[in-house]
């Protein structure tokens, strides 16, 4: 395929894309609302701005008047129980200071300072001393940069010990333009990134390490993680994912089926943020090869043909929508192998990937009824043969695909039996497959 | 440009715009259109002071949108099931419509960014200063990146969607 071929092909693809009819209509009224947000906010801002000169707590550098809105932590006295060790926080503000043109917000919006870096909290993490650092700036609009991208927020950076020279740097920074929209500003650093540390004035947060299965349902387990002095920590066991990590701000504890997202606050990795080398090599360096199955686009019905959207939708809500994202990217979905079995019940499998993890196999059986259950079907071996293995419950055979080749089975007291090629539903008392001419063991 | 103005070229240009916000969200039709209003929305309020043609500039702000969604509050499941918007309108060619999936389905597998050069590059057309321009990089950048996005979108694709020759 080249640039031509791929031109021609994505303009196919987004042929016929249609906006709804009120579309326009709807972006009117959200534009017009959100003028008479920003002039509120404008005229809250003068108030604040008067008060703070008054006060004598803050310093007028600018004519732009957005950009004189405070933040109110950064008058405030340093928190944590650090907050006492002049030579550590002298000793933040420098990597800070030294990193203010690089770090990956700098790379990716331009502003200017205003006044100080300031340490909001500075204490002890089973990382090594910490702090976070805030700097507000007056975010300059670009020519092509996001609309709203302007105007006064603070960029909030994480100072910790870089596991991988020892020394002292920013290992996380963030910012948004809509600062009164963010529920904090998070982080995963230290060895392995198993330290967590998350800066908030939400008081009620939750946590959970990763995904279980648990019953045949992908869940979480949530604990409460207390917030002191405006910062939450969580450390992570030795041999956790942290990529799995969810932290949420909710008023009362979620379920175990609770998996999503929602109210999540965002934990930048440092070893993700690390390889931001440059604006548009961000994790260049980090995004991992995909290690399943290479089977793009390969639908495989065993028997009677499945709806391949409704699989879709149902392995997506009940194994892709529950398992992590990932902190850069996930793989999963470009194929699976499905069965209808004679209950009626649909056994689909197929494989998902989130960054450098190992890709791992997951069954999902969509019972007649519409509930559903979902198997651990190991990790993928994409070299060997017949990678793809599912011992269905109950008896009921196994599931198994070696996409492009042929499948023949034999049982403890049979021959060879002929099953297709490419995917086959054999029967349970199969002791080995063969796959082309290679004989694979079952069980 | 007034208010008349805004409300004209949303009506007009919507369209294009989506269909280049659903690419940037590897075939996401419903995180396009949320991506889409909310970058014409916020624009409404600066509507008069944008310098020049404001398609340009709407495409640019699309594109660094969607290649920091990474930011977002809550971000979305990566991997979502394809949903077209209506049926397929040409019978007859059913083959292509799967082939145009698996195309979406690629484009999903690569990083934001990566994916946001291709776009405005081989789908919008612009020329490689312009692409650098709306991303903030060099020209040598988007070359580069536009050889590897190539690249890893083969691998990505299945042998007879890669292999399928241009009408």
Known sequence: ?443 | MSEADFTDFVTYRAPALLRTAFLLCGGDRGAAEDLLQEVLERAYPRWRRIRGKPEPYLRAALANAAANRWRSRSRRVSEVPLERASPPTRPGHEQQIVDEDELLRALRGLPPRMRAVLVLRFFDDMSEADVAKALGCSAGTVKSQSSRGLARLRELLPDHVRERSTP
């Not at chain 1, 596991?163 to 948004?176: C, E, F, I, N, R």
């Not at chain 1, 090599?281 to 959207?309: A, C, K």
């Not at chain 1, 109950?394 to 002929?418: H, M, N």
């Open chain 1, 1 to 443: 395929m080249n640039p031509a071929e791929l031109s021609t092909r994505l303009h196919d693809a987004a042929a016929g894309v249609e906006p709804a009819p009120d579309f326009a209509a709807a972006v009117l009224r959200g534009g017009q609302a959100r003028r008479q947000r920003r002039r509120l906010a404008v005229a809250a801002s003068a108030v604040a701005v008067v008060a703070l000169v008054a006060s004598g707590a803050f310093a007028l550098t600018r004519d732009h008047q957005e950009a004189q809105v405070g933040d109110p932590r950064v008058t405030q006295p340093t928190r944590g129980d650090l907050a006492g060790d002049d030579t550590f926080r002298q000793a933040a503000i420098a990597a800070w200071q030294r990193s203010r043109t690089t770090s990956a917000s700098a790379l990716n919006a331009k502003y200017e300072t205003i006044g100080g870096p300031h340490v909001y909290w500075a204490g002890s993490t089973p990382a090594g001393p910490a702090a976070i650092v805030l700097q507000q700036v007056d975010l300059r609009p670009e020519p092509d940069s996001a609309p709203d991208w302007e105007g006064a927020t603070t960029v909030e950076a994480l100072v910790a010990t870089d596991p991988a020279d020892g020394q002292l740097k920013v290992v996380a920074d963030d910012w948004s333009p809509h600062p009164e929209q963010q529920l904090g500003f998070g982080a995963k650093f230290g060895p392995g990134d198993r330290t967590v540390l998350i800066e908030t004035s939400e008081q009620t947060l939750f946590f959970s390490e990763g995904v279980e299965l648990r019953n045949h349902r992908l869940v979480r387990d949530w604990q409460q993680v207390p917030v002191l002095d405006g910062v939450a920590q969580v450390q992570l066991p030795a041999d956790a994912d942290p990529a799995g990590v969810l932290v949420v701000a909710r008023e009362t504890k979620p379920g175990p089926e609770d998996t999503k997202s929602s109210n999540a606050l965002l934990l930048t990795r440092a070893a993700v943020y690390r390889s931001m080398g440059s604006s548009l090599t961000i994790g260049e360096d980090f995004y991992p090869p995909p290690t399943g199955l290479r089977w793009p686009g390969r639908y495989l019905s065993v028997g009677d043909p499945v709806d391949q959207r409704e699989v879709d939708r149902t392995y997506t809500e009940n194994v892709f929508g529950k398992l992590p994202t990932g902190d850069w990217c996930s793989f999963g979905g470009s194929w699976w192998v499905a069965a209808t079995l004679p209950d009626g019940t649909i056994a689909v499998l197929s494989d998902v990937q989130a960054d450098a993890n190992p890709a791992r196999l997951y069954g999902l059986l969509i019972r007649p009824d519409g509930s559903t259950e979902v198997y651990d079907a190991g990790e993928v071996d994409a070299g060997a043969p017949l990678p793809a293995r599912f011992r269905l419950p109950g008896g009921e055979g196994w599931l198994v695909a070696d996409d492009g080749k042929t499948i023949s089975y034999r049982t403890e007291t049979g021959g060879w039996q002929d099953a297709g090629s490419n995917a086959a539903l054999l029967p349970d008392d199969a002791v080995e497959a063969k796959v082309g001419d290679t004989t694979v063991p079952l069980g």
